[in-house]
């Protein structure tokens, strides 16, 4: 049975083989573990076990209708538990280990909990490229049901201390290992249907992923169903009112930037001072995870929307959504 975390401090494990061990041990007992990937750090249970996948939905305050992304070892490893076709043979050799989450129909005996799937015929599988990931995923030798570690809705984390500061108490352990270098959620890609459909853009540009299958990715429409994670229009939000494509902060808020900006104040930041896409969805999160403790309202200069560019500003668009802001199925 997992342990009552709200009467445990959560423990701080190092990337050591010991603390990877650990990490193993509190997943196959139902319990939940944080851990780094390369885009943000993942809140983990054992995607088989519908009490301990009850338990992410619980520490998070997130919506049982949204489903989880599923992290896996290998491709070998997906292969167990979704229906492979072309595509993702085509995409999985080119991206994994990488922030590419694919989802697929589920392969029939999947044994994965319907509470990972949010009761829907797909699954999305992701195999991270991070090591400590890796490591701790070959310890386990199963499958990781693992959304971003933060409270639904709140920024995603990208180091142990953001992990620790919206969930610290709710989760048995996070495994600390610095912080991510992509920074921004996977891109996901719906392999389901007809032909491959843009679900979330993420970390891997779209462009990437056209030029390997040879074809554009078709888009979703905003009022179909959810069909995989992070799709909900108010997400990834700071407590304070963020104010987009703002070329200059108001009075009263404080500002992030995209290139040079020569006005800037104390509680400013740049999200890259040479206007490099690479380098602000890196530092996206952790720079509204501080400007968010100012307690100011955040304005937000325009950010391209080209490459990695579509990534940040849907991640920005949904951080500014009004906070009851849904799809029409969820109303």
């Not at 937000?300 to 560019?309: D, K, N, R, S, Y």
């Amino acid at each position: 049975m997992p342990q009552d975390t709200a009467q445990n401090a959560t423990q701080v494990l190092d990337a050591s083989p010991d603390g990877i061990a650990r990490a193993a041990q509190l997943l196959r007992q139902g319990d939940l573990v944080s851990f780094p990937t390369e885009t943000v750090y993942g809140l983990g249970a054992d995607a088989r076990r519908g009490e301990a996948v009850a338990a992410i939905y619980a520490a998070k305050g997130r919506p049982s209708f949204n489903p989880l992304i599923a992290h896996v070892a290998s491709v070998q490893a997906a292969r167990r538990y979704g229906i492979w076709n072309d595509w993702a043979e085509c995409l999985a050799h080119a991206f994994w280990p990488g922030p590419l989450t694919l989802v697929l129909p589920l392969k029939p005996g999947h044994g994965i909990s319907e509470l990972v799937t949010a009761g829907l015929e797909t699954l999305a599988l992701r195999v991270p490229a991070h090591p400590t990931a890796q490591k701790l995923l070959a310890a386990l030798d199963g499958p990781v049901a693992a959304p971003s570690a933060n409270p639904s809705g709140r920024i995603s984390p990208t180091t142990a201390d953001h992990v620790l500061a919206g969930l610290s108490g709710r989760i048995a352990a996070v495994v600390a290992d610095g912080a991510c270098a992509v920074g921004v959620e996977s891109t996901i890609l719906g392999l389901a249907g007809d032909a491959p459909v843009l679900l979330r853009p993420g970390g891997l540009a779209a462009e990437e992923i056209e030029a390997v299958l040879g074809q554009p990715l078709a888009g979703r429409d905003l009022h179909d169903p959810l069909t995989a994670p992070g799709q909900l229009l108010s997400h990834y939000a700071p407590q304070a009112r963020v104010r987009l494509n703002a070329t200059l902060p108001r009075a009263g808020e404080c500002y992030l930037g995209f290139g040079p900006y020569r006005g800037a104040r104390a509680n400013d930041l740049s999200l890259s001072d040479s206007g490099d896409l690479a380098e602000a969805a890196a530092n996206l999160f952790g720079h509204l995870h501080h400007l968010d403790a100012q307690a100011m309202p955040i304005a937000v200069a325009p950010i391209p929307e080209t490459g990695l560019g579509v990534a940040i500003n849907d991640r920005l668009r949904r951080a500014a959504a009004p906070r009851d802001a849904v799809l029409p199925e969820q109303r």
